[in-house]
């Protein structure tokens, strides 16, 4: 008999082959299935997933070229497409660059035996900004910076808006914060390092018209296990 698919991990990629070891180590401890759709790699982004798929069999993957600009791209069709795919009964959409609260799993199988109404959960947002130790203050009225995000959702009735980068999460046609089942957990917490770990990290935000100047704060919490991991067993 097959087993359930309780969670599965979805993940649009393109030029991963630093973030996707770490990566598929952390949420594979977790995810029944893991979803990833590349849109043209030209570094060992594809290598990696081969192998990983030789010892992980809920690796599912597809290469699909993007077309347009690195981040001028059908974000919300290939983000659908990835949602068609999931055989999960619940989704979590974690993108590349993401990792979340190792606390994770605890809350999601208390979740599943608590038969709540919620079917869309939201977690806070953390993004590193030039290093592991400054993170960026949310901008009130920024839908790419204000938190939280939500990123837990029941795979039936979730879609994104079919636009492109930028595009925001719809359940049955609504955003989250408008659905009376959906709900905040503040206490996981979804870290974002594309713009403090790699070969090439950004100090600035060239994907979007930013505001002029950027605002950081100290952390003093705790990074996910596979960080401290790579990090040398440093707890940030």
């Not at 979803?35 to 993957?61: A, E, H, M, P, W």
């Not at 079917?119 to 590193?128: C, R």
């Not at 974002?192 to 605002?215: C, M, V, W």
Request: glycine letters at 10%; one cysteine or more; hydrophobic letters at 35%.
């Amino acid at each position: 008999m097959n087993k359930k698919i309780s969670l599965s991990v979805i993940a649009p990629i393109l030029n991963e082959e630093f973030f996707l070891p770490l990566y598929l180590d952390a949420v594979s401890q977790f995810a029944d299935e893991i979803l990833l759709l590349d849109g043209g790699s030209q570094d060992n982004t594809i290598k990696i997933v081969r192998n990983y798929q030789k010892s992980y069999q809920g690796l599912r993957f597809w290469q699909i070229p993007q077309e347009g600009k690195p981040y001028e791209w059908a974000e919300g069709k290939r983000r659908n497409f990835l949602l068609n795919k999931a055989k999960g009964e619940w989704i979590l959409i974690l993108d590349i660059d993401e990792f979340i609260s190792d606390k994770f799993l605890n809350f999601f199988n208390k979740m599943l035996l608590s038969n709540q109404k919620t079917q869309v959960y939201g977690f806070s947002f953390l993004s590193f900004w030039g290093g592991m130790s400054c993170v960026r203050k949310n901008v009130v009225g920024d839908p790419c910076w204000e938190g939280p995000v939500y990123r837990l959702i029941k795979k039936k009735g979730a879609g994104y808006e079919n636009k492109g980068n930028h595009s925001q999460l719809l359940f049955y046609g609504k955003y989250p914060f408008l659905c009376e089942t959906a709900k905040v957990v503040e206490d996981i917490t979804i870290f974002h390092y594309h713009y403090a770990l790699g070969k090439g990290f950004k100090t600035n935000d060239n994907r979007q018209d930013d505001y002029p100047e950027i605002s950081v704060g100290e952390f003093k919490g705790r990074h996910p296990a596979v960080i401290r991991k790579y990090l040398g067993g440093e707890t940030g």
